[in-house]
């Protein structure tokens, strides 16, 4: 929980997070009613860097130590791979400096595109794939070409049964006259998103 504006130190939530995905009632989703079994992790945007490392190293040890099968979904890698292997990567980055902003925009939009093309790509990369739990990265880094409710959205035709980790560099809120609101960097107008829970606040 996000208290007069500051994150709780990032050991902190961390150790929170080994602690709720490690336990029986998150992984028998226990205490979401009927709801899909969302979460977002969020985390102050100045630990973005030090994120990836520290969640790879947190699917070893929750394999490791307690056979708990992590699916890891970098959203950047797979849109990195996507464009890879439509071969326009190359292309991109070659003549991103000849494209105005917004054509570039829409161009990756389209590429991108979370339910014609992003969600079918997830859907091949874990079919057959058995595994207790999902954690999504890379949010960040896709901004603005993908905005992550609209992953959120698509992904529930995908992954519907294991409980799902978002993790979110920025805040996840909720109020009586706004709603709930991921605010991505903290500085990024709210995407409208009220389907997931907020991890830090899960009682294990």
């Known amino acids: 929980m996000i208290l007069n504006g500051k994150f709780p130190p990032y050991d902190e939530i961390f150790n929170h997070l080994v602690k709720v995905v490690s336990s029986e009632r998150f992984l028998n989703k226990q205490g979401l009613g009927k709801e899909v079994p969302f979460f977002i992790f969020p985390f102050s945007p100045e630990d973005a860097l030090r994120i990836e490392d520290d969640v790879i190293n947190v699917i070893k040890k929750l394999k490791v130590e307690r056979g708990i099968e992590i699916l890891h979904l970098n959203l950047y890698k797979i ?78 035709s995908t992954i519907e049964e294991q409980p799902t980790v978002m993790f979110f560099p920025g805040s996840y809120s909720h109020s009586d006259t706004k709603g709930a609101s991921l605010d991505l960097f903290n500085i990024m107008p709210g995407d409208r998103y009220y389907r997931a829970f907020n991890l830090l606040d899960y009682q294990i």
């Open 79 to 156: 849109c990195i791979e996507m464009l890879k292997e439509r071969e326009v990567f190359d292309s991109i980055i070659e003549d991103e400096s000849s494209y105005e902003k917004d054509d570039l925009l829409d161009m990756l939009q389209s590429l991108l595109d979370p339910e014609s093309n992003l969600i079918p790509k997830i859907r091949e990369i874990i079919v057959d794939k058995q595994f207790d739990v999902a954690f999504i990265t890379g949010v960040g880094e896709i901004y603005p070409y993908i905005r992550s409710h609209t992953v959120l959205n698509n992904l529930q």
